[in-house]
């Protein structure tokens, strides 16, 4: 298995040195088809580290590659799901779908694109015409991650997708990334602030200080697949990677 993304004593500022230093000297290696969670602090850099791999934002020393080509733009195999689900309002769930195909790859593969099937497995069926401000916040994250999966993208980078929804919607979310992830296994980067959804979905969980962002843990997490929460929460290494993690972070 190759290495996806590559990282290496990386430091950004905002407002260059002098300025806000958000990360300082992060060292990352995410292996091809891993599910990588970050965890840390409220304002420690996860987002912007998540921005850095998008290719969003630039940074001031060290390298980022994916794929041993450097980062330095947006690129067509990576998909990107922020905390507030950027849906068109004035656009269906299938319009949403279809437009992110569109805006990237053109009519040709957006008329192309699985959009049933890309319904079916976001169990959006009976939704396909409805407009964003007609679906709940759950159906919402899901478009917004089928917007993302539309792309067939090699890389999934997501910046707390389900931050703002409640657990019983979050847990549901969960499972259908498991599902979605075990069927496609493409390399996920998810930040949380969850250490139990680190835990619950991640091979690894990395662990950010406070500002300025620096690799403080890279905890594997040893829990077999496929996993089902409900029976994954029950195992004791569950219990034990969460108690680690809690004390890695202060929170025990
Ligand atoms: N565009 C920006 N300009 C200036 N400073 C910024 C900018 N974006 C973030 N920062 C600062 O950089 C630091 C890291 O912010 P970042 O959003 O990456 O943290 P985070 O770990 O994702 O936070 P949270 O968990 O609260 O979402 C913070 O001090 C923040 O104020």
Redesign the pocket.
């Known amino acids: 298995m190759g290495v996806a993304i590559r990282v290496e004593n990386l430091t950004k500022y ?2 260059g040195p002098g ?2 230093k ?1 990360l300082e000297d992060v060292d990352i290696a995410i292996d091809d088809c891993e599910f990588i969670s970050i965890i ?12 850095v791999l998008a290719g969003l934002h630039g940074f001031d020393t060290g390298s980022a590659r994916m794929f041993d080509a450097p980062i330095d733009r947006p690129r067509d195999d990576v998909g990107v799901v922020f ?1 507030t689900s950027n849906l068109l309002p004035w656009a269906t769930v299938r319009k949403n779908l279809t437009l992110a195909v569109e805006i990237r790859h053109g009519q040709a593969a957006a008329a192309a694109a699985d959009v049933a099937g890309m319904i079916d497995l976001l169990n959006l069926n009976g939704f396909e015409d409805k407009y964003p401000h007609e679906l709940s916040g759950g159906m919402k994250h899901r478009v917004a991650i089928g917007q993302a999966l539309m792309q067939n993208p090699r890389v999934l980078l997501m ?2 997708p389900f931050g703002a929804l409640d657990a019983l919607t979050r847990d549901r979310l969960n499972v259908e990334l498991l599902r979605l992830w075990q069927r496609d296994r493409k390399t996920v980067v998810l ?1 949380t ?1 969850s250490i139990a959804e680190a835990v619950l979905l991640s091979d690894r969980v990395l662990v ?1 200080s406070e ?1 300025p ?1 620096r690799l403080i843990a890279n905890l594997r997490i040893d829990l077999p697949r496929p996993r089902d929460p409900s029976v994954t929460r029950d195992l004791p290494a569950f219990g034990d990677h969460v108690v680690e993690l809690s004390r890695i972070m202060g929170v025990v």
């Open positions: 905002y407002g300025g806000t958000a840390g602090p409220s304002g420690c850099g996860k987002s912007t580290l998540l921005r905390q910046d707390e930040i602030h950010l500002r962002g």
